[in-house]
């Protein structure tokens, strides 16, 4: 909504409204029921962002040892404006102490399909150009030791086909593993796995403490029913909560108190604005479309729920915090694929009990499953490295 309709629903054609927190200057949003100007809105979205990353002042981190996170950037909204929103901290840590309390790791990874985003890193760099910045193919998954390849047992596809650089072995091995999925929402679910993974890793290689995820409240809603879908369920005390996740890194969401139709407001109200840095959004399909994902369901969802019902959406995410892990991730048995605990005699399509077996009908070699992962990572596999390997 624009700010000229956002002012005829505040005033009601009753005359302008003066913002509810300064008290002087006119209200030009209403944020959860609260009017506000452009100024105390701004400050609002810092404010938030800012108590998430109380532990990161600079007295907390030493000139000798200083302190280095991941920031994933996806030229989505929600990771663009943490990105300015850090930079400013980091900027204000600067005036105040002529240092800062950590640094930044900016990583784009090309995803398969993604739309090209140009010169919009270099862009980005000269905007912000305080920070380190990194751009990889997600195909360089492969690149690393215990790939999904390992995991689904297909020595052939780990050596490369004469005539191809390392690159193009790289990809031929990323396009024959999504090739190879039954759905699209399988798909989906593994493409966002290599992503974590790669960004994981690019994180360890670099030294960083941690990841700073751009998840708004809306993205942590959408994940929680998402990955409960997908069997995941047990393994959301790790992906929703900050602390250190079971990849050896601190995992944090400094978003997660903000609906993702706020940034998308505050994108556009900030001076200069970041809209130029965003990506066209994604037109997820129709909820009847079979090229429908249980992702896109989700995102469909909490997108036209958030903008008349933002406590659903806040709800969610409030109560899905509380889960608490059943055993410690130190402990025990790991998924091959997206590495999140398993409990003991969890795994694969019998650990949940119901009426599933590892193999619907035994003479169909299709339905082979794969050993050492968990529920999610089973049904998202479930054939899969048959038909790796007879190229269907």
Not at 28 to 47: A, P, S
Request: a neutral charge.
């Amino acid at each position: 909504m624009s700010e000229g309709n956002v002012r005829d629903a505040i005033a009601g054609g009753a005359g302008p409204v003066k913002c509810k927190r300064c008290q002087g200057s006119e209200a030009v949003l209403i944020v959860r029921t609260e009017q506000l100007c452009r100024d105390c809105f701004i400050k609002y979205i810092n404010t938030k962002v800012i108590k998430r990353m109380e532990n990161f002042r600079v007295r907390n981190s030493t000139m000798d040892n200083p302190r280095l996170f991941l920031l994933p950037i996806s030229f989505g909204v929600s990771s663009v404006a943490l990105l300015h929103l850090l930079d400013g901290q980091l900027q204000g840590q600067i005036n105040r102490m002529n240092r800062t309390g950590y640094g930044l790791l900016v990583a784009y990874v090309n995803m398969p399909s993604a739309a090209p985003i140009g010169d919009c890193l270099k862009e980005l760099q000269g905007r912000y150009p305080r920070h380190t910045y990194s751009a990889v193919d997600l195909a360089e998954n492969f690149d690393y030791p215990n790939g999904i390849l390992d995991i689904l047992g297909e020595p052939e596809l780990l050596s490369a086909p004469n005539g191809l650089g390392h690159q193009a072995v790289n990809q031929d091995k990323l396009d024959h593993l999504l090739a190879s999925l039954p759905s699209a929402t399988s798909r989906t679910d593994i493409l966002n796995i290599l992503r974590t993974r790669l960004l994981v890793e690019i994180a360890k290689e670099r030294g960083c403490e941690g990841i700073l995820w751009g998840d708004s409240t809306t993205r942590l809603a959408e994940k929680t029913l998402a990955e409960t879908a997908k069997g995941r369920g047990f393994a959301l005390p790790w992906q929703l909560s900050d602390g250190v996740s079971p990849h050896g890194l601190v995992f944090k969401y400094p978003l997660r108190d903000l609906l993702k139709k706020e940034l998308v407001t505050y994108a556009s109200l900030v001076d200069p604005p970041l809209t130029p840095f965003i990506a066209s959004g994604h037109v997820y399909p129709a909820s009847n479309s079979k090229s429908a994902t249980i992702d896109d369901l989700m995102t469909n969802y909490f997108e036209s729920v958030e903008g008349n019902f933002p406590s659903i959406v806040a709800n969610v995410v409030r109560t899905s915090s509380k889960l608490v892990a059943s055993q410690p991730f130190s402990s025990g048995e790991r998924c091959g694929i997206c590495e999140m605990p398993i409990a003991k005699g969890a795994g694969g399509l019998h650990g949940w009990g119901g009426n599933q077996e590892d193999e619907a009908n035994p003479s169909d070699s299709n339905l082979r499953t794969v050993k050492g992962l968990c529920y999610g990572c089973t049904r998202s596999t479930l054939g899969a490295a048959v038909l790796v390997r007879t190229g269907l």
